[in-house]
């Protein structure tokens, strides 16, 4: 089956670093994707990995281990406009997507 | 700004009646998906289409119609609406193997 774990909820404070993690299982893959998501808003893309390593866009960096089923997002120098959703996401054949729960972070003064 | 839209944004309709929603893209992309998002359960895959007249089932797709005659435009039909249909329906494009939403139909039903 298809499956994919991240925390439901986590909190941090303004200038720090936070670290959300993904795990998934899946027999078809052929990426990772993390996408954020504001309170009533439309999911935006973030970053896509389709290697193992860290990818590294300003703030953000995308890590991934296919052999372990494991990803993480990594938020450098946190902004109060980086409290939303953090969806993860594999993909499978015919370019679909298969979303998890998301991690709603809500940074703190 | 993947040049996508919705419509309606906001709609109310009650239980049995249809209702098709709509989603429109400028960029003449091949792919195209429709999703609900839901409280606890993230956003499913209800049906996609990789061309005109191409479509196929996604993960949540019982009770739930698709139809794409032109390149722009994917319509999402709810037969005979019911109460378990009410959530948010995101309508999402394929560039370059990224994925991008549109703005999203929040759909009642009563």
């Known amino acids: 089956g298809q499956n994919i774990d991240q925390p439901t909820e986590m909190t941090a404070t303004e200038g720090a670093i936070v670290q959300i993690n993904c795990t998934y299982q899946?027999?078809?893959?052929?990426?990772l994707f993390w996408y954020q998501q504001h309170a009533g808003e439309a999911p935006t893309f973030l970053s896509y990995?389709?290697?193992?390593g860290l990818e590294e866009k300003g703030r953000f960096s995308s890590f991934l281990s296919r052999s372990k089923g494991y990803s993480y997002l990594l938020l450098k120098e946190l902004q109060m406009k980086d409290s939303a959703s953090y969806l993860c996401?594999?993909?499978?054949?015919?370019?679909?997507?298969?979303f998890g729960t998301g991690t709603r972070l809500t940074v703190i003064p | 700004d993947a040049g996508i839209t919705q419509s309606p944004r906001h709609k109310v309709t009650e239980t049995g009646t249809p209702v098709t929603l709509r989603c429109h893209q400028t960029?003449?992309?091949?792919?195209m998906y429709w999703y609900r998002q839901d409280p606890g359960h993230g956003l499913r895959l209800i049906h996609y289409?990789?061309?005109?007249?191409?479509?196929d089932k996604g993960e949540v797709s019982d009770g739930y119609s698709v139809s794409r005659s032109k390149t722009e435009d994917f319509l999402l039909t709810l037969e005979s609406a019911t109460s378990s249909q009410t959530s948010v329906y995101f309508c999402?494009?394929?560039?370059?193997?990224?994925?991008?939403f549109g703005p999203g139909t929040r759909l009642t039903v009563t």
């Open positions: 999402a494009i394929s560039r370059e193997d990224e994925q991008y």
């Open positions: 899946t027999s078809g893959f052929n990426g």
């Open positions: 960029e003449n992309h091949r792919y």
């Open positions: 996401a594999f993909q499978t054949g015919a370019n679909n997507l298969f």
């Open positions: 289409s990789y061309g005109v007249k191409d479509t």
């Open positions: 990995n389709v290697l193992d």
